[in-house]
């Protein structure tokens, strides 16, 4: 590997820390190299505070040694004002030698804006490096923007017999302490977290993160009637929460309830997130939502769980239709991944 990769995977290293904190900004590293040495690097740690191409400029403890050196960074320096001034100026001020970029910005206010604003400094550019793996790491950005709706993740867990649940909805505990764990540090990773109303009235979930550090995400339950109650965890207001619906549009507190048209379909409920800037969504059931999904072909990744345990009837469990791209045991669970092309 030739140190101009080695770079850049140290870059996509660094930006990996700021997963689950970011959202809806991407992920973004940068590392500053003079004369062959690391003379500062940064990611994008928070959204609205500092970018990653800022916090390694300032980790440069000789300023003077920006004009001599080449910076790294995993996604197109921004161009507009934002939360932050833009990045692309930044380094411009600075007049660093040579800005190697992994990937383009596909936002309509970045989009070419930050390289052309490089450029006409004077300031050569190269782009393209490890590209394919910067666009994996921010693929939750990279869908909102191309395809208007959040980046979708289902998730369920199955037994060995194929049931999702029990014949009276039922279904604790399927997998083992470990994959349950794994789930809640998913949890803290996405924007929101989905279920149906059967998930809702006989699990009672709280959905949020219990066994993990991070963020609880924005909690969603579709409920059509409104014949959930109360009592709830889901509206107990501990944690912002959307009730999709057909009756009403109201607010109390941290609980949303969302008037949807008649027949609504998962694409109307994506267009509700997007309009609301959520990058990602993690539908954790039940049967009938998962296949909803599926049926629609409105998701990018299936996370499924396979335990030991045996139901001998129940629910079914979802069938995705694609291959299985990754399989992970963990102890006596089986975790299989499947993404959608």
């Given at each position: 590997?030739?140190?101009?990769?080695?770079?850049?995977?140290?870059?996509?290293?660094?930006?990996?820390?700021?997963?689950?904190?970011?959202?809806?900004?991407?992920?973004?590293?940068?590392?500053?190299?003079?004369?062959?040495?690391?003379?500062?690097?940064?990611?994008?740690?928070?959204?609205?505070?500092?970018?990653?191409?800022?916090?390694?400029?300032?980790?440069?403890?000789?300023?003077?040694?920006?004009?001599?050196?080449?910076?790294?960074?995993?996604?197109?320096?921004?161009?507009?004002?934002?939360?932050?001034?833009?990045?692309?100026?930044?380094?411009?001020e600075?007049?660093?030698?040579?800005?190697?970029?992994?990937?383009?910005?596909?936002?309509?206010?970045?989009?070419?804006?930050?390289?052309?604003?490089?450029?006409?400094?004077?300031?050569?550019?190269?782009?393209?490096?490890?590209?394919?793996?910067?666009?994996?790491?921010?693929?939750?950005?990279?869908?909102q923007?191309?395809?208007?709706?959040?980046?979708?993740?289902?998730?369920?867990?199955?037994?060995?017999?194929?049931f999702?649940?029990?014949?009276d909805?039922?279904?604790?505990?399927?997998?083992?302490?470990?994959?349950?764990?794994?789930?809640?540090?998913?949890?803290?990773?996405?924007?929101?977290?989905?279920?149906?109303k059967?998930?809702?009235?006989?699990?009672?979930?709280?959905?949020?993160?219990?066994?993990?550090?991070?963020?609880?995400?924005?909690?969603?339950?579709?409920?059509?009637k409104l014949?959930?109650?109360?009592?709830?965890?889901?509206?107990?207001?501990?944690?912002?929460?959307?009730?999709?619906?057909?009756?009403?549009?109201?607010?109390?507190?941290?609980?949303?309830?969302?008037?949807?048209?008649s027949g609504?379909?998962?694409?109307?409920?994506?267009?509700?997130?997007?309009?609301?800037?959520?990058?990602?969504?993690?539908?954790?059931?039940?049967?009938?939502?998962?296949?909803?999904?599926?049926?629609?072909e409105?998701?990018?990744?299936?996370?499924?769980?396979?335990?030991?345990?045996?139901?001998?009837?129940?629910?079914?469990?979802?069938?995705?239709?694609?291959?299985?791209?990754?399989?992970?045991?963990?102890?006596?669970?089986?975790?299989?991944i499947?993404?959608?092309?």
């Amino acid at each position: 590997m030739d140190s101009h990769t080695l770079y850049m995977q140290r870059a996509l290293e660094l930006a990996e820390f700021g997963r689950g904190k970011v959202s809806p900004n991407p992920m973004v590293g940068c590392v500053i190299v003079h004369q062959d040495k690391i003379i500062g690097e940064g990611y994008h740690q928070q959204y609205g505070k500092a970018h990653a191409e800022v916090n390694a400029v300032y980790a440069v403890r000789n300023q003077e040694l920006l004009s001599e050196s080449t910076v790294y960074v995993t996604l197109e320096p921004c161009a507009h004002f934002g939360k932050t001034p833009p990045c692309a100026k930044l380094l411009v001020e600075k007049k660093v030698k040579r800005v190697i970029i992994a990937a383009f910005d596909s936002n309509p206010l970045v989009g070419g804006k930050g390289i052309q604003i490089l450029k006409d400094a004077g300031i050569e550019v190269e782009t393209g490096l490890l590209e394919k793996k910067a666009r994996i790491q921010n693929k939750r950005f990279f869908t909102q923007i191309e395809m208007k709706r959040p980046y979708v993740i289902l998730k369920w867990a199955q037994t060995a017999d194929g049931f999702v649940a029990r014949e009276d909805f039922s279904s604790k505990w399927i997998t083992n302490a470990s994959s349950r764990q794994l789930v809640h540090k998913w949890r803290a990773e996405e924007d929101a977290i989905m279920v149906g109303k059967n998930t809702a009235k006989y699990d009672d979930p709280a959905l949020n993160v219990r066994d993990w550090v991070g963020k609880n995400p924005l909690r969603l339950v579709i409920d059509s009637k409104l014949e959930l109650s109360n009592s709830l965890k889901l509206f107990d207001e501990a944690v912002p929460t959307i009730c999709f619906n057909t009756l009403k549009s109201e607010v109390r507190g941290t609980l949303e309830y969302v008037k949807l048209n008649s027949g609504f379909q998962i694409k109307d409920i994506l267009e509700q997130l997007y309009q609301r800037n959520i990058q990602s969504v993690l539908v954790e059931g039940g049967s009938y939502l998962l296949n909803k999904f599926l049926a629609s072909e409105l998701w990018d990744e299936a996370r499924v769980f396979t335990s030991r345990n045996k139901f001998g009837s129940g629910i079914a469990a979802p069938f995705p239709p694609t291959p299985v791209s990754e399989s992970i045991e963990i102890l006596e669970d089986t975790l299989r991944i499947y993404h959608h092309v």
